[in-house]
């Protein structure tokens, strides 16, 4: 898609037909990844179950790659859907953040803590 | 499994063969849902393809109940990976998180926001 900052080429650390990864510009974690399907589709209940498919096994090799170069000790899964979400490229992604021991003081919950009102 | 919290009897919301949905009994917003496989895996990337792609499945209808019952403007997919990354039942688990404009000032970034380390 025209103006698409991922439609646009992208360094790939991986790929599949449908599916690519790449770093994320601004990342949260080392090694943390960004997963996008390679044809534009907004946001993630928009993409087509194959396409879904291809993210969901380029995930896999992506946590295999992040372990073999960066050995985290877990890692967040996460992708925002819609402006309301926080989601601001509007190109279907999903994030795959390596986790530390120590990188938080606490850090039960997870993605849980995203928002204020957890009560988790 | 034994003693394993979501291997107990839930009261599911959503079910296929391989997956089921249930609301979290913590939930960080209205219809905060959780999708497990049926099966114990403790962690996402144990889980076979034919779970995960089951799971995928009934997070998609998952989205099409809460969007009728709970019109959401958005929302926050998230799987945390291993005690590091803030996994604290140690059985598969996605959560499905609906969001809401003003559910807090600027949602932007979402899932990014889980670390102070955030840059983006």
């Known amino acids: 898609m025209k103006d698409c900052l991922f ?3 992208q360094p790939y650390v991986l790929e599949n037909d449908l599916a690519a990864a790449f ?5 949260v974690s080392r090694g943390h990844l960004l997963i996008i399907p390679k044809q534009h589709y907004a946001t993630y ?12 096994a380029l995930l896999k090799q992506a946590k295999a790659y992040l372990d073999a170069h960066y ?7 996460g ?10 490229v509007m190109h279907c ?12 003081p606490d850090p039960t919950g997870g993605i849980r803590k995203m928002l204020p009102a957890d009560q988790g």
């Open 7 to 9: 439609c646009a080429p």
């Open 23 to 27: 770093f994320d510009i601004h990342p």
């Open 45 to 56: 209940f928009e993409v087509p179950t194959a396409d879904q498919q291809a993210m969901m």
């Open 71 to 77: 050995q985290p000790d877990g890692y967040n899964i």
């Open 79 to 88: 992708i925002n859907v819609g402006a309301a979400a926080g989601q601001t």
């Open 93 to 104: 992604h999903l994030h795959l953040i390596p986790r530390y021991h120590g990188d938080v």
